[in-house]
């Protein structure tokens, strides 16, 4: 089966650095892409991975590791307005994005 | 990144209803539309995938008779949903795919259904 493993709730201090993990399992991968969904609105892209490394984009940095089915997204300096839930979504290879639930990121002062 | 929008932002029905949202791709041709409902603290659920001109693919589990998916024009896929009942009730998102290298699907703000 396809299923996504990420830690359902974290908190962070203002402008502290924050490391969110995904596991996955999917028939088939054809990348890697984090979502950051606010509360009330649709989710919004952030990065996709499909070699192994790591790719940075300003102060959010993805990671990915195929063999291990592994993924996490790094948050730096980070700011009230980055509390939301964060969505790691593979996608198969019929190239259908798998969702999980995200994780809840929970900023403080 | 591509700009997709959906109306009506909320709506409230009565139970038995019928409710039509559209979702709308501003600045590029979507040949490829998916339309998911979210319930509060749940992940996205794909319901179907919408690609113009023809018909839906629907999910496992998604009634095709109650969710009803036009996708008639190259820019515009529509959701009704039929007879609707207060289970219904969700946040419903429509997304379109990407038109560069990437995969990535863009999301319209969605529609928060309230079926009384």
């Known amino acids: 089966g396809q299923n996504i493993d990420q830690p359902t709730e974290m908190t962070a201090t203002e402008g502290a650095i924050v490391q969110i993990n995904c596991t996955y399992q999917?028939?088939?991968?054809?990348?890697l892409f984090w979502y950051q969904q606010h509360a009330g609105e649709a989710p919004t892209f952030l990065s996709y991975?499909?070699l192994d490394g790591l790719e940075e984009k300003g102060r959010f940095s993805s990671f990915l590791s195929r063999s291990k089915g592994y993924s996490y997204l790094l948050l730096k300096e980070l700011q009230m307005k980055d509390s939301a839930s964060y969505l790691c979504a593979p996608m198969d290879s019929n190239y259908q994005l798998i969702w999980g639930a995200g994780t809840k990121l929970i900023i403080k002062p | 990144g591509a700009v997709v929008s959906q109306h009506p932002s909320w709506v409230i029905c009565k139970s038995g209803t019928s409710v039509k949202i559209e979702c709308r791709s501003l600045?590029?041709?979507?040949?490829?539309m998916f339309w998911y409902r979210q319930f509060p603290k749940q992940s996205l659920m794909l319901m179907a995938t919408s690609n113009e001109g023809s018909k839906a693919t629907y999910e496992q589990g998604v009634e095709k008779d109650k969710f009803l998916i036009n996708h008639a024009s190259l820019t515009l896929s529509t959701l009704t949903v039929t007879s609707a009942h207060p289970e219904d009730s969700s946040f419903y998102i429509c997304s379109s795919k990407g038109h560069g290298d990437l995969d990535e699907q863009f999301f319209g703000p969605g529609t928060r259904l309230t079926v009384l």
């Open positions: 991975n499909v």
């Open positions: 600045d590029f041709q979507a040949t490829t």
């Open positions: 999917t028939s088939g991968f054809n990348g």
